[in-house]
């Protein structure tokens, strides 16, 4: 007999040891030739038993043995003479073969079989011959699919011993085949379990020394339960997949306050229930597009350069997917400060409540002589000091963005009743050279010439006076001219030639 394979595939399990238990039916049909009238046996048989089993040493080299029970029926023409069983027992080394999927098995061993002889109705009618053989076995099994799996075997005597009831030499000659179809079961650690269907012929041919031949042919189909013990526990099954995590999906858009714009290269933070993620940059089109987050409350914190910071909010939900558009102003330009000390520019003395004008803005200052003006835009500012009693200054300053500039401003006393000085230069308008001219003030009754080098210097009272400018060749000019007491101005006058005709 045949010992199966392994009861699950190949190229999964190697198995250390497997026990095969069958029960199921056997068809027998036979006859014994050349003894008075036709001997046939044949019919149906529900008790066929088998066991079989296999160890190995290795992953190739191993051992196995199986024994059978095979029942007939005896029958003349179609009466039932009498009944009976038979034995069946083999034992031997075995090798095995992976190749892919496919596992390949071959074996080579001892049997023994009872073989059914017979004599005529008048006779004992029944006597068991046995048989000593040398055993050739093979088996091949393929994987199908969804784990199922196909097994097809043979097995051939050779060297036959064999000897009848009475001890006398017999000649007999035979074969057997079968196949089965393996359905796994789920195994458990070490162990796993396999159910076939199993199919056996087995064709045998005695011939005693009397010439008298017995025949037969028995075709088995039954059930099979194959147990194994596998080298190493089953492979684990895989983890469970994680439980999947409820997410949402925002998308951002980060905009200009007034203008609506897009603020590229802006920095958002998100705090998605409590817990702050990393910053993330915005596009060239000031989007940050398709970001997960766990259901809740979002809170997305923009920040870019010139842009007060800005905040939005929005609630996710498990599955969903929102748009939140987050508008940032424009921060302020950066302002400076400027402080401003007047004093007296005979004494020194700090001067209180001095009109300042400083730009655009207007202040006095206080009892120390001091006035901060806030939030002035960097660059040069004009300072024009008036105070009564005192003549007008005029400064300028440098404002730094970030700091606070200091000022001093003397302002000198009105002097009344000292005339003012006038001094300048008379030139000519193309080139500039200096221009010897005469210079007229009727009002004051004065008039004065400019020397080599076109200057002059003259002195009158404080007040408004119309002064005429003539020189040889040169259009003569005319300017008003307001001076109050004690003040130095001043007055330069280019003039333009004549045309010669």
Same mark, same amino acid.
């Given at each position: 007999?045949?010992?199966?394979?392994?009861?699950?595939?190949?190229?999964?399990v190697?198995?250390?040891?497997?026990?095969?238990l069958?029960?199921?039916?056997?068809?027998?049909?036979?006859?014994?030739?050349?003894?008075?009238?036709?001997?046939?046996?044949? @019919?149906?048989? !529900?008790?066929? &038993?088998? $066991?079989m089993?296999?160890a190995? =040493?290795? /992953?190739?080299?191993? %051992?196995? #043995?199986?024994v059978q029970?095979?029942?007939?029926?005896?029958?003349?023409?179609?009466?039932?003479?009498?009944?009976?069983?038979l034995?069946?027992?083999?034992?031997?080394?075995?090798?095995?073969?992976?190749?892919?999927?496919?596992?390949?098995?071959?074996?080579?061993?001892?049997?023994?079989?009872?073989?059914?002889?017979?004599?005529?109705?008048?006779?004992p009618?029944?006597?068991?011959?046995?048989?000593?053989?040398?055993?050739?076995?093979?088996?091949?099994?393929?994987?199908?699919?969804?784990?199922?799996?196909?097994?097809a075997? @043979?097995e051939v !005597?050779?060297? &036959?011993? $064999?000897?009848?009831a009475?001890? =006398?030499? /017999?000649?007999?000659? %035979?074969? #057997?085949?079968?196949?089965?179809?393996?359905?796994?079961?789920?195994?458990?650690?070490?162990?796993?379990?396999?159910?076939?269907?199993?199919?056996?012929?087995v064709?045998?041919?005695?011939?005693?020394?009397?010439?008298?031949?017995?025949?037969?042919?028995?075709r088995?189909?039954?059930?099979a339960?194959?147990?194994?013990?596998n080298?190493?526990?089953?492979?684990?099954?895989?983890?469970?997949?994680?439980?999947?995590?409820?997410?949402?999906?925002?998308?951002?858009?980060?905009?200009?306050?007034?203008?609506?714009?897009?603020?590229?290269?802006?920095?958002?933070?998100?705090?998605?229930?409590?817990?702050?993620?990393?910053?993330?940059?915005?596009d060239?089109?000031?989007?940050?597009?398709?970001?997960?987050?766990?259901?809740?409350?979002?809170?997305?914190?923009?920040?870019?350069?010139?842009?007060?910071?800005?905040?939005?909010?929005v609630?996710?939900?498990?599955?969903?997917?929102?748009?939140?558009?987050?508008?940032?102003?424009?921060?302020?330009?950066?302002?400076?400060g400027?402080?401003?000390?007047v004093?007296?520019?005979?004494?020194?003395?700090?001067?209180?409540?001095?009109?300042?004008?400083?730009?655009?803005?207007?202040?006095?200052?206080?009892?120390?002589?001091?006035?901060?003006?806030?939030?002035?835009?960097?660059?040069?500012?004009?300072?024009?000091?008036?105070?009564?009693?005192?003549?007008?200054?005029?400064?300028?300053?440098?404002?730094?963005?970030?700091?606070?500039?200091?000022?001093?401003?003397?302002?000198?006393?009105?002097?009344?009743?000292?005339?003012?000085?006038?001094?300048?230069?008379?030139?000519?308008?193309?080139?500039?050279?200096?221009?010897?001219?005469?210079?007229?003030?009727?009002?004051?009754?004065?008039?004065a010439?400019?020397?080599?080098?076109?200057?002059?210097?003259?002195?009158?009272?404080?007040?408004?006076?119309?002064i005429?400018?003539?020189?040889?060749?040169?259009?003569?000019?005319?300017?008003?001219?307001?001076l109050?007491?004690?003040?130095?101005?001043?007055?330069?006058?280019?003039?333009?030639?004549?045309?010669?005709?």
């Amino acid at each position: 007999m045949l010992v199966a394979a392994p009861s699950v595939r190949a190229e999964e399990v190697r198995e250390r040891a497997s026990l095969r238990l069958r029960y199921g039916i056997a068809l027998r049909n036979g006859q014994q030739a050349d003894v008075g009238p036709g001997l046939t046996y044949d @019919g149906f048989t !529900p008790n066929d &038993l088998a $066991v079989m089993g296999t160890a190995w =040493a290795g /992953a190739w080299l191993g %051992g196995w #043995a199986s024994v059978q029970r095979e029942g007939f029926d005896l029958k003349e023409d179609s009466v039932r003479i009498t009944g009976g069983s038979l034995l069946r027992a083999s034992v031997g080394p075995r090798a095995r073969a992976f190749l892919g999927p496919v596992r390949a098995e071959l074996g080579a061993g001892y049997g023994y079989a009872q073989l059914p002889v017979f004599g005529t109705s008048d006779e004992p009618v029944l006597a068991r011959g046995v048989r000593h053989a040398a055993l050739v076995s093979a088996s091949v099994r393929v994987p199908l699919f969804t784990r199922l799996a196909v097994e097809a075997r @043979g097995e051939v !005597p050779v060297s &036959l011993s $064999v000897k009848d009831a009475a001890g =006398a030499k /017999a000649e007999a000659k %035979g074969f #057997a085949a079968g196949g089965a179809l393996l359905f796994p079961l789920t195994g458990g650690g070490s162990w796993s379990g396999t159910v076939l269907l199993d199919f056996q012929h087995v064709q045998d041919t005695v011939t005693l020394a009397d010439g008298s031949r017995s025949e037969q042919r028995m075709r088995r189909v039954g059930a099979a339960l194959e147990v194994a013990w596998n080298d190493a526990p089953s492979a684990p099954a895989a983890p469970p997949p994680p439980p999947r995590v409820p997410m949402g999906t925002l998308v951002l858009q980060l905009l200009d306050a007034e203008s609506g714009a897009p603020l590229p290269a802006a920095k958002v933070v998100l705090v998605a229930n409590g817990v702050e993620g990393a910053p993330r940059e915005a596009d060239a089109q000031g989007n940050v597009e398709g970001v997960e987050l766990p259901p809740g409350d979002v809170v997305a914190r923009v920040s870019a350069e010139g842009y007060a910071p800005a905040e939005g909010r929005v609630t996710l939900e498990d599955g969903g997917r929102v748009a939140l558009a987050v508008r940032a102003r424009k921060l302020p330009p950066p302002t400076g400060g400027l402080k401003i000390s007047v004093v007296s520019a005979g004494n020194g003395v700090p001067l209180p409540g001095v009109r300042l004008m400083v730009g655009g803005v207007e202040a006095r200052t206080d009892l120390r002589g001091e006035v901060h003006v806030k939030e002035l835009p960097p660059g040069p500012v004009a300072v024009v000091a008036t105070s009564s009693g005192y003549r007008t200054a005029e400064e300028a300053a440098i404002i730094v963005a970030g700091q606070e500039t200091v000022l001093s401003v003397p302002l000198a006393s009105e002097r009344k009743g000292e005339p003012a000085t006038l001094t300048g230069q008379v030139r000519n308008a193309r080139g500039g050279k200096p221009i010897a001219a005469t210079l007229l003030i009727p009002q004051a009754k004065v008039k004065a010439r400019t020397d080599a080098k076109g200057a002059f210097t003259f002195k009158v009272r404080g007040g408004t006076y119309r002064i005429t400018i003539s020189a040889r060749g040169f259009f003569t000019q005319s300017k008003l001219v307001t001076l109050k007491d004690g003040e130095q101005a001043i007055f330069n006058v280019d003039l333009f030639p004549r045309q010669k005709r």
